[in-house]
């Protein structure tokens, strides 16, 4: 599976940004997939994720300004940020799960809120 994940930048406090990330080659029939981020000085944590049968989950920090959706067709996945705070700041990776053969992870979209 490859994955290719786009759409970070620099926006002020208080701005949007959409994510997206394409995976590609065999997508089995139950997969997750999601983003996760690490902010400078931090491991890696998850940030959202979504199920190839529609189960989403949130990190409390992003829920009601984070939303997780899907293009099932497409194989792509999109994260929507509102409300995005200094905090925010991070390197973004799309990732995807299956059970047969665990995790795949994209090359990283960097994010940078300014206050």
């Known amino acids: 599976v490859q994955l290719q994940a786009s759409g970070g930048g620099l926006v002020q406090a208080g701005g949007s940004l959409r994510l997206s990330c394409v995976a590609s080659?065999?997508?089995?029939?139950?997969?997750?997939m999601g983003w996760h981020r690490r902010a400078p000085g931090n491991q890696r944590d998850v940030v959202a994720t979504?199920?190839?049968?529609?189960?989403?989950t949130y990190t409390d920090s992003v829920k009601g300004r984070f939303t997780i959706s899907r293009d099932t067709a497409k194989n792509t996945v999109f994260l929507q940020m509102n409300s995005l705070k200094p905090e925010d700041t991070a390197i973004y990776y799309c990732?995807?799960?299956?059970?047969?053969?665990?995790?795949?992870w994209g090359q990283g979209t960097l994010v940078t809120v300014s206050s």
């Open positions: 080659g065999s997508i089995f029939s139950y997969y997750v």
């Open positions: 990732h995807f799960w299956d059970l047969s053969r665990g995790d795949y």
């Open positions: 979504i199920s190839s049968i529609g189960v989403i």
